[in-house]
């Protein structure tokens, strides 16, 4: 039987849009603890749909495609490189879970194991894709084409 080679996930981000916005370059949250919830949410939308998914644990050697569809009444001019820092947590929510200590108090940070690392090693090529979902009454979402492209670890 020959080894899976792709797989897509579709992450909604309903929840975490409307609560935050997507977290962009631009975004200039005052308090490190508010902007740490804000990547929390990303990482555990990341995290619950790889699971729901049925993601396999401990891959490496793969390349990441996501396509951000988002809603807006209007049509505005979209910066590409601008959503950098929601992609960021999606890729940590598909790392392992982790936990550590943090001025002496225990800090968690979720991950459905997908992914050994999210360093070069393990995820050679990363990008993006922003989308116009025609359907106006959609809510916002990732689609997430993952394919193996390198040696598995």
């Excluded at 929390?40 to 939308?45: L, M």
């Excluded at 990363?126 to 390198?150: C, E, F, H, M």
């Amino acid at each position: 039987m020959s080894p899976v080679n792709w797989w897509q996930v579709r992450i909604p981000l309903a929840a975490e849009v409307a609560a935050h916005g997507w977290l962009t370059s631009n975004n200039r949250e005052g308090h490190s603890i508010a902007q740490g919830r804000r990547v929390k949410a990303f990482r555990r939308a990341a995290a619950d749909a790889g699971r729901k998914a049925g993601l396999p644990v401990g891959v490496s050697g793969v390349s990441l495609h996501f396509d951000c569809s988002y809603v807006t009444a209007t049509a505005p001019v979209r910066d590409r490189l601008n959503l950098e820092p929601t992609i960021k947590a999606l890729v940590d929510g598909l790392g392992p879970e982790k936990g550590f200590l943090r001025q002496g108090r225990s800090n968690w940070v979720p991950g459905c194991g997908f992914l050994v690392d999210d360093s070069d090693k393990h995820v050679i090529n990363t990008t993006w894709a922003l989308q116009r979902d025609p359907n106006k009454s959609a809510l916002p979402y990732v689609i997430l084409t993952i394919k193996r492209t390198g040696p598995q670890l």
